[in-house]
């Protein structure tokens, strides 16, 4: 069972509580201005993140989500 | 190894007013995940307050009423009262609840009305910019208290579970927090546990919240959660005041 | 349909549940609290609600929330504590909640006193709440008129999805009177599925409804103004209601009064027309919308020299009077508001002196 991690970036106001509690230090602000204005958080380490919603629980915005992916290929 | 994590159904795609780092967000889907979890939202109706939660309407998919400064309560007991199938909540501020809607919410919880109320307290009023809240600190700045809240002019901030816990009538009464995840969680619980009590028809159900508000403190998002769990906790305490249960 | 003798305060409960509402939330206050003491056994008779709230101001947004969810709801209350419900009042007018307020009107200002009075008129007509927004105001003269005008508020706040305000006094709460309660005022209460928060499942819809009076862009609220204005407008068109007495007559003055007071007078007008001397007057039944054309109309009879307005107040509706008039003819007042009704030898010795 694979999951994938997804901020809406145009959701996100960039308040920085999910980089601030995220266990592995994944997440961080980015450079690039959305159309509200804001500097949205995105995934900077993707490979270290461990899927435990903690930036789900703590964000504000409902903004990030993590999906079940379904394994392609029964390796 | 993780979990999956999506938006609840009851909370809508509308983008929120909120500050950012504002927690009014989170414990928005606190009440949606709950109120999807009981599959109750095709006879729930919400009543949103006058504050920054007046427009907490555009972000649930619920019926929704929206009140008079502080009437919330009031209009609540009118639905309950008339349609007690419907599963009623209020979702008011400090400024609403605890200021102006006194005497509505005692009242309310005297009776016994069988409603939930989510009162978020984050000790400030913040529509209006910042003003001095019944829940503001000693020492704690506001527009209206620009060297401090003097409690020797205002009196000392007011603990609305403690003061609710005293009525005899039948209730639940808890405070929670939403300033780290585990306090989030154990806040999801609580408010799932007032739902509960008015899905059984049992009592009134208060939800105090302990929260943020990053504008009128001057203060990052990070930087609030630090000095609510530093300067609110203290006074505010966690904890349930009241169960029906106990009677 | 048997005649029963009933006490004002009490026919109008009655009025309520016959007319097919059996909501009712309430706050104590002389001279009309008899109508709660009669409606907490009454109405769970019919298996209805009934609430005592803690203010007339929580009374106001029961009334508001249990509208709003599409059920037919009354609340009764007088002068002091129809001020503490004129905010909400404005909120359900904004949101466009159909809802009964009855006023047993009494002295006022301030505490005033609990005798009868027509003081606040211009409270129930002029808005005693903030904002551009009307009541539809009916002013019973007695206890048989006050049950069916109770009756027809709820088809009306219906209909125009508006408060709808019974304007009374403490005498018509408080004295008895033979009255029947005619069937053919009830009717069923329309669909409210479109616009109430009365449930998804219950009304089987996956949309949601909002009831709610903010609306911050100001495009959007100058429309919800419109909306408003055009019910409004609409009563003025359909919904004017007056009694006219002795207008068949050469009359040489013409009386304008409503509810207890116009009952005097019509006493006066008998008395006079013994001495040869013929009055006549229009009784306004609707106090909004106004009945300006008829008084218009009657003021200008070429026979007609003056009109006199006469209230159990300082003087308000003679305003309106004035108004429908239009300088037509000299528009005269007389009135007293400690409680004490004049007398129908007071109104000749004012009519008199107008000849």
Known sequence: MAFQHMIESERCKGCGLCVEFCPKKVLE???????????????????????????????????????????ETAD | MGKAFSRPESLSQTMTHYCPGCTHGIVHRLVAETIDELGIAGRTVGIAPVGCAVL????????????????????????????????VFTYQGDGDL????????????????????????????????????PTTMPGQ????????????????????????????TPAYVTRQAVLKPQQINKAKKAIKKAFEYQVEGRCFSFVEVVSTCPTNWGLTPLDSLKWAQDNLIPYYELGDYKTPDED | MAKVLMKG?????????????????????????????????????????????????????????????????MTTSSSPGVSLMSEAISYIAAAQCPAVFVNIVRGGPGLGGILPSQGDYFQATKGGGHGDYRLLVMAP????????????????????????????????????????????????????DDWATNGMDYRKSDKRNLVKSLFLDPTELNNNNLILKAKYDKMRKEEVRYEEYNTQTDYQVLIVSYGTMSRVCRTSIDLLKKDGIEVAMLRPQTLFPFPEEAIYNAATKENCKSVISIEMSMGQMV?????????????????????????????????????
């Open chain 1, 29 to 71: 602000i980015t450079k690039i201005v959305n159309a509200k204005g804001h500097f949205p958080a995105y995934q900077a380490r993707p490979e270290d993140c461990i899927h435990c919603t903690m930036c789900c629980i703590i964000c504000p915005d409902v903004a990030i989500q993590i999906k079940e992916i379904k394994e």
């Open chain 2, 56 to 87: 907490a309407y555009n972000y649930f998919n619920l019926d929704f009423q929206e009140a008079a400064h502080g009437r919330a309560p009031a209009m609540a007991t009118g639905i309950k009262r008339v349609r007690p199938d419907l599963i």
């Open chain 2, 98 to 133: 605890a200021s102006i809607g006194m005497g509505e919410i005692i009242h309310a919880a005297n009776r016994g009305e069988k409603f939930t109320t989510i009162f978020i307290n984050n000790a400030i009023y913040g529509m209006t910019g910042g003003q001095m809240a």
């Open chain 2, 141 to 168: 700045r506001a527009t209206t208290a620009p060297t401090g809240r003097d409690t020797d002019a205002t009196g000392m901030p007011i603990r609305m579970a403690n003061l609710l816990g005293e009525l005899v």
């Open chain 3, 9 to 73: 305060n009490e026919a109008i409960g009655e009025a309520a549940i016959r007319a097919g509402c059996k909501n009712y939330f309430a706050y104590p206050i002389t001279p009309q609290s008899e109508v709660a003491e009669y409606l907490v056994k009454r109405l769970p008779e019919e298996g209805g609600v009934f609430v005592q709230g803690e203010s007339e101001v929580a009374v106001g947004y029961m009334i508001f929330g249990a509208a709003g969810c599409g059920e037919r709801v």
């Open chain 3, 141 to 192: 003269d007695g206890v048989q008129e006050a049950v069916e005008m109770t009756m027809k508020a709820f088809t009306l706040a219906e209909k125009y999805r508006n408060p709808v305000m019974i304007l009374g006094d403490g005498l018509i709460g408080q004295m008895m009177e033979p009255c029947e309660f005619p069937d053919d005022l009830k009717t069923e209460a329309t669909n409210k």
């Open chain 3, 319 to 355: 305003e309106d009077v004035e108004r429908s008039v239009k300088g037509q003819r000299e528009v005269e007042f007389y009135g007293e508001c400690g409680g004490d009704i004049p007398s129908p030898e007071k109104i000749i010795e004012i009519i008199k002196g107008l000849l």
